[in-house]
C-alpha cells in the first residue's frame, strides 16, 4: 500500500477506509498524545535545567504512532521499545510518575531509578523495556511471541524500531524468523527519515521499507505515521493478523521527530535544514488532530481539547513535583539485582 | 556418594539425559538451534527428544545467532525456561550484543521485574583439528559480564547435574561443554540427580600442591596427579565446574593447607580464569603461600589446524607434571 | 528472472541468451569441474581414512557455480569463500597441491597448515579465505570492494555464501550496504537448499533468496546453479555491472550437494531422502555438461573429456602424494604471526 | 620531555589532530562509522575533517555494527588502514563475531599473507549517567582474544599520540577512549609526535607503594597520591597505556621498588585487566612483594543510572586513598 497524505482523503474516504473512530476514541486518542508532548517537553526542560541527569531522545512529532498503536492493543500484551520510549511506555499505560521519576533517577522510578530514559521497564505492563541498543528490543518482541503462541495465551507482542534500526542484523534477522515461524508479531518501524544526523537516503538504495517485509514473505503496511487515525487502523488490522491467524506485520510509519536527535541536538540547521523541520511542523500530529476533531465535531469540542491539554499539563507537572521530591535509592543498593 | 558400579555413559548422553528429565518436568524447557529438532543437533545432544517433544519444543532455527539467542531471551521474559544451542562458543560472537546487553542484564536494569532463566548452550576446546573457527573457549570474555553464570563441567556426571541445576536457574547460564566429553564413556549414576551450580568439585585429595583445572584439564591434571604419586608427590586436584559464581572457598581452604597453586586453563593467558583464580587467591591467602602461583594456560595465540601445532597450544599432562615438580621443589 | 531449467532450454536458446561458449572455453570449464570433483573425491576419501586431520564439507554437486563465476573474473579481482570452499580455492587458480597440502595441515599448504580447510588464503590469488564463520566472509569482500573503487583499480570483489548464510545479520546488513554504497561486489548464494540439516523452507517464509536483494534495490538474478554455462553468462553480466558501473549484483545459483553436509554425514536418508539426492544426481553438473558438450560438438569430443579426467585425476594423485609427504611446521610454530 | 607551557586542548581536540595528521600522511587511512561525516561523529572526533576529506574517506554507515567492522576488516586486507568509528563500546559486541574471528584471526590463520592495520575506536567508561549501556569498559574481554592490541589512554596527549601510532600499526587495534577526557583541556604539545605502543607511563614517582592505573583510574590514583604524599606516602603511579602488549616490565621494575602493589581498573572486576596485571606480577616478582597485591575495580555489577549508584560502582579518589594507607600500614 502506497502512502497517502492524511490531508489528502475526504472524511467520506477516511470513514470508508476505517480510518474515523468514534468521538470518545478521538478523544483518547487526543488525550494520549497530549499527555506524551507535554511530558516530553517537560522531560526536556529538565534535561536542560540538570535536574534530570543523563540524556534523553524525546519522542516529540511522532506521538501518533505509538498512540496509535497501543490505542489497538490489549493489556496483556507485549511491547518491546526503543532509545526513544517514553511515547511507548505512556501509551502503554506506564504511570507517568513512575516513568518521570525514573528520569529522575529515583527510588519511585518504574525500575528503581536503575535505568533511565533508555531502560524503562514495566512487568505489570508486560513491558520489555526501552532499550539502550538500536533494535535490540525487536529479537525480544520476537521471543515474547514465540512464548504466547507456545502457551497459547491470545496474545500478541509488538516492537517499535526506528528508520535507522531496521539497517541492523537484530532487525533484519529477526524478520525473517518471524516470517517463517508465523509468529503473532506487530514490527513498528517509526520512519522519521534519520538516525541520528544519517539521512535514511544516505545509507539505502530504496527507502520504501516494507519491501524487507515482503520480501521475506511478510504483511506490509505503509502509514501516515502522523495521522493518529490512520496508524490505528493499520494496526488494527495487523493485530487483527497477529492474534487471530498468527502471522506477524511490517508497519512502516512515516513520521518526522521535530526536536534534535536528543535534547540538546540544535533541532536544525546542521544535517536538516530549517525548511524541512518547518514543513513537518506543519503536520504535527496533535495540531493537525486537533483542527480535525473541530472540523469534524464542531467548535464544541475545541472546549474539551483544551481541558485535555490543560489536565495533561499539569499531570505532568504533579508528575515532576513527585520526581523532584523523590529520595534516590542508597548507593550501596547499586549491587542488588544481580547474581555472580 | 555414588557406587563404583555407576553405569557408563558419553557426555552426549549425560546431555540427552539432562534434557529429556527437565523437558519431561517442566514444559517451559523449549531448545533452540540449528538443527537441534529431528536431526538430534550437530553433536546429537537433543537426540532421542524428537518423538516426546516434537517441532513445539525443539526449535530448528536459521543461522541467526543475534536474533534466536534475543528470541530465547525475549521468550524467558515472557516465562519460558529456553536452552538456546550455539553449536561452537564461536558463534556465541555473532549473539554477544543480545547476550551482553540484553540477557545479562535485564534483571538487574528493571530491578529485578524481570529475569531471563535461559541457557545458552556450546561447545569449547580444541578437539581434533577443527581449526581456528572451531577450537576456541572464550569463557573468559563472558565471565567479565555481571549477571551471567558460567559452568564448565568435566565429567559426564557433572554434565548432566549442572545442566540440570542450569536449566533450573532463575538467571541465564553459559553451559560450555568441552567437546573432549562428547564421546567418552564415563560413569554417572542412575536417575535423577542434581549438581549444585557455585559448588567445586575436590575431585582428588592431596597435600603438597593445590591445582585449580577446567574443563579437560581435569582429566589432564588428574592424569599427571597420578603419575605425581609415583615419585611421592600428591597434589589435592580442584575443578571449580562453575567459573561464575566460583567457589573461592574450597580453592582457598586448599591452599591454605598445600600452600602452593598452579591454575591451568586451557583458555587463551590473558584474562583468563586462571588469572582470576589466582588473583583472588592472593586477595584471601597470599600469607599461606610458599611460592608463587603459577599459571598453566592456553597460548596467547589462536588455535592452529595442523595436530602438532594444536597440541602445542595447551597445557599437557606431562608439562603440568613437569610444573609440578618444579613448584614443590 | 525466474529459473528455467537447462534442460528446458534449446540450443537455439541458449545461444540466444548468450550462454554458449566457444569450444575452448567449454573444454576449460569443464576441466575445472572436472579437477574439483576429483580433488573434493580425494579429500574426502582421505578424511575417511583418517590421514587429513580435521572435517572437510565437500563441493561435490555445486562444480558449475565455482567453475562458472570465476571464470568470469580477471586475476586480481578478490574473492571471499565459504566453510565448503575448496571448489572455489581451485577455480581461482590457487595451486592445487598447496589447497590439498593445507588439508593435510602441512608446512607447503598454502598457509602453513595453520588454517586447513576452512581457513585457506592466497594474497597472491587475492583469496581472502575460506571461512569457518557461515556468511562471515561477506563483509570482508564489501570491504574489499570498498578498497578497489577507493584506490580506482579497476578490480571488483565476489563473495560466496550458502542459503543458510543469507540468513544472517552478517549477510543482510552487508546486502544493503553494498546496494547503498554502489559497491562493485557480486554477492553470490549457493542455494543448495539446506544448512546443515534444515532446509531452507523451513526456515524461511518465501523461497525467492534474490527478492532480498530487489529489497535493497540491488540488481537480482536466479540461475540454474548445475549448469555452467547460465551460471557465467549472468555472472558476466554481473561481472560488468560491478567493473564497469560499480553497481553490486545478488546471483541466487540454485544447485544441491550430493554428498553429506561434512565427509562422514550420511548423504541421505535422515534430512534428505534418497529420491531427493537421486533426482539431483540426474542433474550433475559434470555429467550432464559431458553429455552437452558431446550433443554439441560430436562424439570427437569424447576422448578428448575423458582424457580431461584422466589429467585431473593424476593431478589429485600427484597433490595426494606431495601432501602426504611434505612436513609439518614445527609445534613452536605456532606461536608465530601474531602480534601480543 | 614536553614543556610546561604546552598549549592545552580537549581530548577530542586531540583525537581530531591525531586523524587530521595522519589521513594527511597517508591516503589509505579513512574513517567508517555512524555520523562521522559532516556532522563530525557523536563526540565531534572528526569534526573539521569533512572540507579536506570528504565523503570519500569518511564514510557514513548504516547502523550495521557487525557489516561495517567486517568491511573495515576486508578493506585492510586490500590495503587500506581503516578507523572503525564504533561509538560506544558497547555497540562493539554486535561486531564481535568479525572482530575475534576475521580481524583478530586473519594474520595468524594466513600464515602472515594478510594483515589487518585497522583501529577499532569506541568510548569507554562512566560518564554522566549514560545508564547501563553505555558505560561499560569491556576492555578485559577484548584483551582475552589473542591478535588485538588494546590502547586505553589517559590523557589529551596520550589520545593524540597513540591514535597515531595506532593508525601505524599494521595488526588490529582496539582504541578505546574514557568519555572522561572528551571535553577536559590539557597539556599537548604542538606538532606531530608518536607515543610507542606497549610502553607504559610511569605517571608519579614513589617509593612506598605501586599504582597501576587504567583510563580514568589513573586521574583518580594522581589525585589519591597528591593527597597521600602530604601525608608522607610517596606512591609510584603507572599508566599502562597499552593493555596489549602490556609493559611488564616497568610494572615489575616499579613493583621490585616498592614490593607493595595496588591495581586500579574501572572495569568489572572478573576477569579484568587488573586481575591479569596482578597476576604477572606474582609470576614475575613474587618473591618481591612485602604484602598482598589488592585491586581495586568496577563492581560486579552493571553500570547502573542514579547518580549516587552510579558513583558506587567504580573506584574512587578516596577509596584509593584508603587503600594505599592499608596497604602501607
Ligand atoms: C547497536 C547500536 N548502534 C548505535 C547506537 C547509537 N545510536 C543511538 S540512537 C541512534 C540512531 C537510531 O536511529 P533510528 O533507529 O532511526 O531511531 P530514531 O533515533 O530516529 O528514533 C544511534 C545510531 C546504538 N544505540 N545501538
Ligand atoms: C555463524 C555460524 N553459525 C553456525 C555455523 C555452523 N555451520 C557450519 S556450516 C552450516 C550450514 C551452512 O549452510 P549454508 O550457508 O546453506 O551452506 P552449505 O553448507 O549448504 O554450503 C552451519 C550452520 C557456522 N559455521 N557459523
Ligand atoms: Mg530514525
Ligand atoms: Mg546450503
Redesign the pocket.
Known amino acids: 500500500m502506497k502512502r497517502k497524505k492524511a490531508q489528502d482523503k475526504t472524511r467520506g474516504e477516511r470513514a470508508e477506509a476505517g480510518c474515523e473512530v468514534d468521538e470518545d476514541r478521538a478523544l483518547d486518542f487526543y488525550r494520549s498524545m497530549a499527555r506524551v508532548r507535554k511530558f516530553e517537553e517537560a522531560a526536556a526542560q529538565y534535561v536542560r535545567e540538570g535536574s534530570i541527569p543523563g540524556f534523553i531522545h524525546a519522542y516529540i512529532g511522532e506521538e501518533a504512532v505509538a498512540v496509535g498503536v497501543c490505542g489497538a492493543l490489549e493489556p496483556g500484551d507485549y511491547v518491546t521499545s526503543t532509545h526513544r520510549g517514553h511515547g511507548h511506555a505512556l501509551s502503554r499505560g506506564l504511570s507517568m510518575k513512575s516513568v518521570m521519576a525514573e528520569l529522575w533517577g529515583k527510588r519511585d522510578g518504574t525500575n528503581l531509578g536503575r535505568g533511565g530514559s533508555m531502560h524503562i521497564f514495566d512487568a505489570s505492563r508486560h513491558f520489555l523495556g526501552t532499550n539502550g541498543i538500536v533494535a535490540g528490543g525487536v529479537p525480544l518482541a520476537a521471543g515474547a511471541a514465540f512464548a504466547i503462541r507456545y502457551k497459547k495465551t491470545g496474545q500478541i507482542a509488538v516492537s517499535f524500531v526506528g528508520d535507522g534500526g531496521t539497517n541492523h542484523g537484530a532487525f533484519l534477522e529477526t524478520l525473517n524468523i518471524a516470517a517463517a515461524f508465523d509468529l503473532p508479531l506487530v514490527i513498528v518501524v517509526e520512519n522519521n527519515l534519520y538516525a541520528t544526523s544519517t539521512p535514511y537516503a544516505c545509507v539505502t538504495k530504496t527507502q520504501d521499507i516494507a519491501l524487507r517485509g515482503t520480501a521475506v514473505g511478510m504483511a506490509a503496511e505503509t502509514v501516515d505515521g502522523n495521522d493518529v487515525e490512520e496508524v490505528h487502523a493499520t494496526a488494527r488490522k495487523a493485530v487483527a493478523r497477529a492474534r487471530g491467524g498468527s502471522r506477524p506485520s511490517l508497519l512502516v510509519c512515516q513520521t518526522y521527530r521535530t526536536v534534535g536527535h536528543y535534547e540538546g541536538e540544535p533541532v536544525a540547521g546542521t544535517y536538516r535544514t530549517w525548511e524541512e523541520v518547518e514543513a513537518w511542523k506543519q503536520k504535527d500530529p496533535i495540531i493537525n488532530y486537533k483542527k480535525r476533531l473541530i472540523e469534524r465535531y464542531g467548535a464544541t469540542i475545541a472546549e474539551q481539547l483544551d481541558r485535555i491539554d490543560e489536565e495533561a499539563g499539569q499531570e505532568v507537572a504533579s508528575a515532576v513535583e513527585f520526581s523532584r521530591n523523590a529520595p534516590f535509592c542508597a548507593p550501596v543498593e547499586a549491587t542488588e539485582h544481580v547474581y555472580g | 556418594m555414588f557406587t563404583d558400579n555407576d553405569r557408563q555413559i558419553t557426555g552426549i548422553q549425560a546431555i540427552q539425559e539432562a534434557l529429556a528429565e527437565e523437558m519431561r518436568r517442566d514444559p517451559n524447557v523449549v531448545v533452540f538451534g540449528?538443527?537441534i529438532g529431528e536431526r538430534g543437533g550437530?553433536f546429537g545432544q537433543t537426540k532421542g527428544l524428537w518423538n516426546e517433544c516434537g517441532p513445539e519444543r525443539l526449535i530448528d532455527t536459521p543461522?541467526s545467532?543475534l536474533a534466536f539467542t534475543g528470541m530465547g531471551i525475549g521468550a524467558s521474559m515472557a516465562g519460558l525456561r529456553p536452552v538456546i544451542d550455539l553449536?561452537?562458543i564461536?558463534?556465541m560472537m555473532?549473539a554477544a550484543g543480545q547476550v551482553v546487553h540484553q540477557a545479562a542484564k535485564v534483571r538487574y536494569m528493571s530491578g529485578g521485574q524481570f529475569h531471563c532463566p535461559l541457557v545458552l548452550v556450546a561447545a569449547i576446546g580444541r578437539y581434533n583439528n577443527a581449526g581456528p573457527?572451531h577450537s576456541g573457549c572464550y569463557y573468559p570474555m563472558f565471565m567479565h559480564v555481571p549477571g551471567l553464570i558460567v559452568v564448565v563441567p568435566s565429567s559426564a556426571r557433572d554434565l548432566k547435574g549442572l545442566l540440570k541445576s542450569s536449566i533450573r536457574s532463575d538467571d541465564p547460564v553459559l553451559f560450555l561443554e568441552h567437546k573432549s566429553l562428547f564421546s567418552k564413556k564415563m560413569a554417572v549414576p542412575e536417575g535423577e540427580f542434581l549438581t549444585p551450580l557455585g559448588q567445586a568439585n575436590v575431585c582428588r585429595v592431596g597435600t603438597d600442591a593445590s591445582i585449580v583445572a577446567i574443563g579437560q584439564m581435569v582429566e589432564y591434571s588428574l592424569a599427571a596427579a597420578t603419575s605425581l604419586a609415583k615419585n611421592g608427590i600428591e597434589v589435592e586436584v580442584i575443578d571449580p565446574r562453575t567459573l561464575v559464581p566460583l567457589d573461592e572457598e574450597t580453592v582457598v581452604r586448599s591452599v591454605q593447607k598445600t600452600r602452593r597453586l598452579l591454575v591451568i586453563d586451557e583458555a587463551h593467558e590473558t584474562c583468563n580464569a586462571a588469572a582470576e583464580i589466582a588473583t583472588r587467591v592472593i586477595e584471601k591467602a597470599f600469607d599461606y603461600l610458599d611460592a608463587p602461583i603459577v599459571r598453566l594456560s592456553g597460548a596467547k595465540v589462536h588455535v592452529p589446524y595442523a595436530p602438532p601445532m594444536e597440541q602445542f597450544v595447551a597445557p599437557s599432562p606431562e608439562r603440568i607434571e613437569q610444573t609440578v615438580k618444579e613448584l614443590v621443589a
Open positions: 540449528e538443527g550437530c543461522i545467532e553449536m561452537y564461536e558463534f555473532d573457527h
